[in-house]
């Protein structure tokens, strides 16, 4: 059990101990309780040493803790442990200065986040956080994020973040690249994803029931909707983008092993930094870096693999080495 989980036990069960009005705790009995806590969580736990739990008492009673009045009272040539207040306990206390600074400094993080969409809820968590615990005002961004700050559809980020949080069924105004044409229909949100500087939202299309996936800047408008929220059940989004580079699960494909062949100019970059969870390095050319990775083909792993340009050749699969060099035969025409 991690240390800091182990010392909150110890500190719950020292309060309530300390608490009991009637009972006495000597520093054994105090030691004794605070194994039986942890190992009914941990059976194979090692036990608690006395003086653990005199570390514990004086912290308890410390400006760092929560400032516990904790008596010691003398039974002939022994010592038993009572809180001197009637009806103290640790967690009607103020939050500590440990617990503070912890809540400050998680607070800066977020406040110093640039590049990355503004929830109204957490600029307003974020006031009522420093009112609170009297966060002084830091001015100077200390970190940020790579993000278009100026795409479309980015104001449907934070809407979109409550309605699948509270599980709503949404209208929603939809005009898709492909055609000039806009859709409606009913979408049951689930969740929202972010690839190469846009979002993307997927949910239960109602009308073709299957998972889509919408862009946000493609997006029009967005009404709740009166239908019943249709819960998900069956995907894990975390495990639906394993096997892709990108947000585009296309129907009816397959995981591929793609093996690529990189210059020693880009070798460095693509063994710092891996393409894909899946990637291996299968053998040093001289200078040159063959790689597999086992991946759904779709256009956003077309896009990573041309970016490379004359850096990179695909290798296998035929089918997928073809479509890179017709891509290529196209952007050649461009130029003639």
């Given amino acids: 059990m991690p240390p800091v989980k182990n010392a909150l036990i110890r500190y719950r069960v020292l309060d309530r101990c300390l608490s009991n009005p009637v009972k006495k ?136 973040f409550h309605f699948i949080l509270y599980k709503k069924a949404l209208c929603i105004s939809y005009k898709s690249y492909k055609t000039e044409n806009k859709s409606k229909f009913v979408f049951h949100p689930y969740y929202l994803k972010q690839y190469n500087n846009r979002w993307f939202l997927l949910g239960l299309n109602d009308r073709f029931q299957k998972i889509n996936n919408l862009a946000l800047d493609r997006i029009l408008t967005i009404e709740e909707d009166s239908t019943s929220f249709v819960e998900n059940t069956t995907y894990d989004f975390n495990e639906y983008f394993e096997d892709v580079i990108g947000v585009t699960l296309n129907e009816n494909t397959i995981v591929e092993k793609i093996v690529l062949r990189f210059a020693p100019k880009s070798k460095p970059y693509v063994l710092s930094k891996p393409i894909h969870g899946s990637q291996k390095n299968i053998s040093k050319e001289g200078e040159h870096l063959v790689i597999s990775i086992e991946v759904i083909p779709n256009y956003e792993l077309e896009s990573l693999i041309m970016s490379f340009g004359d850096l990179v050749e695909v290798i296998s699969p035929e089918s997928f080495r073809n479509k890179i060099a017709e891509r290529y035969s196209c952007a050649i025409k461009q130029y003639n």
Avoid at 51 to 69: F, L, T
Avoid at 77 to 106: C, V, W
Avoid at 113 to 142: A, D, R, V, Y
């Fill in 25 to 160: 705790y000597f520093i054994e009995d105090l030691v004794n309780a605070c194994d039986l806590a942890l190992k009914e969580i941990e059976p194979d736990s090692s036990g608690i040493k006395k003086r653990s739990i005199q570390n514990d008492i004086k912290h308890m009673e410390s400006s760092e803790g929560w400032s516990a009045p904790i008596g010691r009272f003398e039974e002939g040539k022994r010592i038993y442990y009572r809180y001197t207040e009637k009806g103290f306990s640790i967690d009607k206390q103020p939050l500590n200065q440990a617990e503070l600074e912890q809540i400050k400094a998680a607070m800066r993080l977020l406040s110093h986040f640039k590049g990355m969409p503004q929830f109204e809820w957490l600029n307003e968590l974020s006031s009522k956080m420093e009112n609170s615990i009297l966060m002084e005002n830091e001015t100077s961004p200390i970190i940020s994020f790579d993000n278009n700050n100026y795409l479309k559809g980015i104001e449907f980020l934070g809407g979109l």
